[in-house]
Every structure is written in structure tokens, then in C-alpha cells.
């Protein structure tokens, strides 16, 4: 009985595309470990790119220093 | 000083009864493990139908197959 | 279908307890939000003192403290 | 940038499983969502049956009672 | 390569205080850990009043008691 | 009030570097934010190399990989 937590970055994921993650994770998990897919849940977060730091700035900061130097 | 996380799916729970299942979780941990409830947290999280995945498939897919049946 | 997940210190919970709380939680979320039961999740993740910290200090110090303090 | 916890009950996966259920649940968020793996983490999280509730009982009740049944 | 979940209260939390967050708790996993940035993600979640609790009550009915009691 | 929860790779971090950890997100969170420090938690969470997974790999696999290109 997996929980699983994903986080991404909200960058327009469709329902489409959530709907495929969470078939394609559920299916690792039964394939790999024998998990019953009845009971395993996949959990989407989508996170503001102001409230994602990495390398000790906000995604959002990143993106414009990117722009900044093309 | 527990903190206590809950994720549930949006399904138009109100106030009130979140300020409920606080004041119950918070009950239980006080009740059963002599917890402190002035450093005790419940946080409620609510997530979109879309963003959550069960045997596979996103809770919005499920209720529509089930609709789909009737 | 909920999924709860609590944190709390590493202080001699016992199984009977865990249970204690996993059915007290449980039965909050089916009377207050009409829950099924059957896809509620409650995971019960026990914490070092060292690994959590509390005002600045971590448990295991804040307790050396109040020890001290007698 | 993906972050994914997995929750599982702990029953002996073993490193070669969880490597699969790395390689995996990577593969699943490259493809769909097309992110970078250099910047994609899946964290496994192994949860004794003491620690696991489903259905307001433990996992550790839950198997007894099936055996129980048998 | 950590990964930093912090979780407050949604109070206008602007997005500059935010990259404060970010770059000063990517500094401490620097400096006291000696852990790579560029493998360091924080992520901020903002909680609503009423999806918060504390000592059994949400911070939502706390503050209107606090108003009360003025 | 905030929660942090942060998750490292089991590398043998002391109880002093732990305690160091907390005071310095505390310290962050306060300044920054102006959040109380005597309901701010800190939350450490070591993850064992096999259950890390970074870019499909676990870290376990990307230090043996290391190992081998010396």
C-alpha cells in the first residue's frame, strides 16, 4: 500500500499528463515490488516556481538570470 | 510535539469541519500519548481530484467511470 | 481517501499505542468528513530528540537543559 | 525538478528493487513531463507495520488477523 | 543533496522574503553540512488559517480569540 | 509557526552539526520572516544511499560509479 509524493514545479502539467504519471508510477510499483494497485496512491503537488529554491535561489530568479543572458 | 499531516481530496470540506478534525486529531495525540496540545500541529492539506492517483488512475478519471456506469 | 502522516519523537510509543492513535485518527476523519475507512492511510513516523529541534535547540538538548535547570 | 517520496511498508525490497523503482519512476517523469533526471530526486521511505495504519487498524493487526482467518 | 519542505502559515510572505528563505537555509546546509547548492532544493508551502492547528483549534479561530479577547 | 522538514543522505552528520542545522533555519525563518522561534520545529530526516535516487541512480550506484572511473 504505497503513498507516493511527487513534487514538480507548476509549468502547465495537463490532466493528461498528470493522469499519465500517476499510471506510469502505480505501474513501477506493482511491477517492481508487487505492490496491489488498490491500495497505492499518487500524490501531485504543484509548486509556484517563487516557492522552489535551488542552488540557493528561487526557480523564478534562475529563469530570469537565464533570460538575462541569452 | 507532534506534527501531524493530512491529505485529503478537495471535496468542499469546510471550516468548520476542519477546525473538527483538528480539534479530534488533536484529541487523539493528547489522549493516547500524553501529548502537549500547545505544541501539537495538524495541517490539512487539500488536493485537486486531478492530482490524485488511486489503482492507477487520477480520483477525477475514477468518478467519471464510475458516473459513466450508472 | 486520506492519507495522514504524524511526526512524533522518538519516546518509547508503544504498538498498543500506535494502534491507539491509527484508530482514533482514523475514526475522526469517518465521523467529521465521512471518510471510508478502507482508503485511509495513517503513517506514524518516530523521530530521533537529536533530529528535531524545537526554539532554536534540538529535543535532546532542550531536555539536557531542563535537567539542568533542577 | 522533481522530488518524489515513496512511502512503503517495510518487507524486505531489496537495493536491486529499489534501484528499479528509481530508474523507473525517473524514466516515467522524463518521458510524460519531460523533466531533467540531473535534477530529479525519488526518496524511498520504508515504514515498519507497527507505523502503517489502514482501515483503523495496523498493518501488523491486519496481517495477524488474516492469518487468523486462515 | 537535501531536500527542505517548510511549511507556514500563509500570511504575505512576499516573493523576495521567500528568496531570503531560500538562500539563507541553503547557506546553513552549506556551510554545516558542506552540501553541494546545486543539488539543494527548498520548497515553500503556504498553509491557509483554517487548514492550520494548533493546541486543537485552527490559527484562523486562535487569532479571532486573540481579537476577542482584546 | 513553521514546520521544516528537511532530508539528508545518511553521512554521518553529528548531533552537533544536527543542532547547528536547527539553530540556523530557526535563526533564518526568524529573521526573514519574523516568525516566533518557540513554535518553529526542525525536522531532520537521514535517508539511507540505497533509498536516495538522483538522475535514475541510486546514490549508492553513483558512488560505486564514481569509485570505478578513478
Redesign the interface.
Given at each position: 500500500?504505497?503513498?507516493?509524493?511527487?513534487?514538480?514545479?507548476r509549468d502547465g502539467?495537463t490532466?493528461a499528463?498528470?493522469?499519465?504519471?500517476?499510471?506510469?508510477?502505480?505501474?513501477?510499483?506493482?511491477?517492481?515490488?508487487n505492490?496491489d494497485?488498490?491500495?497505492?496512491?499518487?500524490?501531485?503537488?504543484?509548486?509556484d516556481t517563487?516557492?522552489?529554491?535551488?542552488?540557493?535561489?528561487?526557480?523564478?530568479?534562475l529563469r530570469a538570470d537565464a533570460e538575462g543572458k541569452r
Amino acid at each position: 500500500m504505497p503513498v507516493v509524493n511527487i513534487q514538480i514545479t507548476r509549468d502547465g502539467a495537463t490532466a493528461a499528463q498528470k493522469s499519465a504519471v500517476i499510471a506510469g508510477v502505480t505501474d513501477v510499483l506493482v511491477k517492481v515490488l508487487n505492490k496491489d494497485p488498490a491500495t497505492t496512491f499518487v500524490i501531485i503537488q504543484e509548486v509556484d516556481t517563487d516557492d522552489w529554491g535551488h542552488a540557493g535561489k528561487s526557480v523564478t530568479q534562475l529563469r530570469a538570470d537565464a533570460e538575462g543572458k541569452r
